[in-house]
Each structure stands twice: as structure tokens, then as C-alpha cells.
């Protein structure tokens, strides 16, 4: 099993930033890929951002490319999520996702293992 627990939302103003983590524990969250998705309210949950089990690789959504920055530390079983020039549009719950193996998605039913989520909410 993998548990992920999220920290560092927040209510900030546009153009503000923020960074997101992610703590996993359990299985060998260092062999997984590992992702951030959101949810606006009334909304389907979206895509962000990917990083690959070693760190190598990363892939963003196209709205957030050139703002948010994801990075992993394998020693400290930890993935975040730089989020810079803030927008209203960010607004929503952010949750980290495990794949439980080697590959990264941007589908959230190829995550098994999810974090409880962060709130941000971006005023104009």
C-alpha cells in the first residue's frame, strides 16, 4: 500500500505562488510515478502534471506550462509542485497520485493511490 498525504494549499492572490507537496509512505513510492491532478467544483478532475519514477521526465498540461514546476526528492519520499503566476482558473482541490509502478499518465484511473488533496484558491 501507498499513503500520500498533500500540504501547502492555500487562499492567495493572482500572480501569487505557492508550492504543493506530496509525502508518500508504504511501498516503494521511488519506483512509481508519480502525478498532480485537480478538481474544480463541478468539474471533472484534470490532469497537471507527471514526473517519472527517477525525475528525468515531466509533462504538463498545456495551461499550466512555464508556471507550475513538478520535482521529486527520492530521499525524502516527497513530490511537489511549484506553482508560479497564479491564476483564478487554478483555483481548485489538488491531489497527488501514485502509479504504483514505472509509468506515468495523465488518466486518473491509471493512479491507484491517491492523497486526500490541498485546497487553492486564487482571488482576483
Known amino acids: 500500500q501507498v499513503q500520500l498525504v498533500e500540504s501547502g494549499g492555500g487562499l492567495v492572490q493572482a500572480g501569487d505562488s505557492l508550492r504543493l507537496s506530496c509525502t508518500a509512505s508504504?511501498?516503494?513510492?521511488?519506483?512509481?510515478?508519480m502525478a498532480w491532478f485537480r478538481q474544480a467544483p463541478g468539474k471533472e478532475r484534470e490532469f497537471v502534471a507527471t514526473i517519472s519514477a527517477s525525475g528525468a521526465t515531466s509533462y504538463y498540461t498545456d495551461s499550466v506550462k512555464g508556471r507550475f514546476t513538478i520535482s521529486r526528492d527520492n530521499a525524502e519520499n516527497t513530490v511537489y509542485l511549484q506553482m508560479n503566476s497564479l491564476k483564478p482558473e487554478d483555483t481548485a482541490v489538488y491531489y497527488c497520485?501514485?502509479?504504483?509502478?514505472?509509468?506515468?499518465?495523465?488518466?486518473?484511473?491509471?493512479?491507484?493511490?491517491w492523497g486526500q488533496g490541498t485546497q487553492v484558491t486564487v482571488s482576483s
Open positions: 508504504g511501498r516503494a513510492v521511488t519506483r512509481s510515478g
Open positions: 497520485a501514485a502509479s504504483g509502478n514505472l509509468l506515468t499518465h495523465t488518466l486518473p484511473e491509471r493512479y491507484p493511490y
